[in-house]
């Protein structure tokens, strides 16, 4: 696979906006409009699919911005290591029928 100089790879959009929230793809569509309030956000998503639901890791370079895009959103946050403790907001979650119900 050949690379541009300067193309974004998710490795760089992780470290460039290492803040990140998932909400499901009906709920981005909405949304994406007034992306606009949000200066932060990155110029690229990632899909993701879970419990055969399509959902949209969407990365914020500050993190106020995507607690704000969460909660309007009603989506989670993106944790990358998940233990037993984390919060209700994070994602994945526990539980897969929390999801279904979205």
């Known amino acids: 696979m050949t690379r541009r100089k300067g193309e974004l790879t998710i490795a760089r959009i992780k470290r460039g906006w290492p803040h990140s929230v998932v909400v ?7 949304i994406l409009p007034l992306a606009v309030a949000y200066p932060s956000m990155a110029p690229l998503n990632q899909s993701v699919l879970f419990a055969d639901r399509q959902f949209v890791r969407v990365f914020f370079s500050d993190a106020g911005e995507a607690e704000m895009f969460r909660r309007r959103a009603r989506g989670w946050t993106w944790v990358e290591n998940p ?20």
């Open 83 to 102: 233990t037993e403790d984390r919060a209700a907001t994070a994602w994945p979650p526990r539980d897969r029928r929390a999801v279904a119900c979205v």
């Open 24 to 30: 499901p793809r009906e709920v981005l569509d909405t």
